[in-house]
C-alpha cells in the first residue's frame, strides 16, 4: 500500500511523463490523464487498500464511458490504442494473481503490475516520433522503479 505522500510524488510525476509524452497535443494529454485515473481508480477498488469515495468512482466511470471513446486522439489511433488496453488488463490480471505465489511469480507480478505505463512510450511515438518514445520511456521506467515489496 502506497502512502498519501508517495501517491503525491507519482501523481506529479504521471503529470510530468504526460506532458513528455503528448507535446502539445490536447487531446492525447487528456487521454492519457483519463486513462492513468480510471487505472488508478479500478486498482484501488481491486486491491481495497485505498479508501475510494462515491465521485472517484463516478468519475473514473464517465472517463471510460464518455470521455474516452469520444476523445479525437482516441478515435484517431483506436486500433493501436486498444490492443494496448487489452495488454494492460491482462499483466495487471496475472500480477494480482501472481503477487501471492513463489518468489519466482512474485517477481514477475512486480514487473507486470505497471505494464499500463507501455502505453506513455506509445503516445510519444505517436505524438512525437521514435526518439520521444525512447525518451519517455527510459524517463518512465526512472520514475515509477520501485523495490521488489513496493
Not at 498519501?4 to 490536447?26: F, M, N, S, V
Not at 494529454?29 to 486513462?35: A, C, G, K, R, T
Not at 464511458?65 to 495487471?92: C, G, I
Not at 503477487?99 to 511469480?105: L, N, Q, R, V, Y
Request: charged share 25%.
Amino acid at each position: 500500500m502506497t502512502t498519501q505522500k508517495e501517491r503525491d510524488t507519482y501523481e506529479k510525476y504521471t503529470k510530468e511523463i504526460i506532458l513528455d509524452a503528448c507535446g502539445k497535443d490536447p487531446f492525447a494529454i487528456d487521454y492519457l490523464w483519463n486513462l492513468m485515473c480510471i487505472s488508478r481508480t479500478v486498482d484501488d477498488l481491486y486491491d481495497k487498500d485505498q479508501k475510494i469515495n462515491h465521485e472517484q468512482v463516478l468519475e473514473a466511470v464517465r472517463y471510460l464511458l464518455v470521455e474516452l471513446p469520444f476523445n479525437p486522439f482516441f478515435s484517431k489511433h483506436r486500433d493501436t490504442l486498444m490492443s494496448q488496453h487489452v495488454s494492460m488488463y491482462n499483466a495487471w490480471m496475472a500480477a494480482n494473481t501472481w503477487e501471492k505465489g513463489d518468489e519466482t511469480e512474485q517477481i514477475y507480478g512486480h514487473v507486470w503490475r505497471d505494464t499500463h505505463h507501455e502505453v506513455v512510450p506509445l503516445v510519444a511515438l505517436l505524438t512525437q516520433g521514435p526518439s520521444q518514445m525512447d525518451f519517455v520511456s527510459q524517463k518512465i521506467r526512472k520514475l515509477f522503479k520501485k523495490n521488489l515489496g513496493e
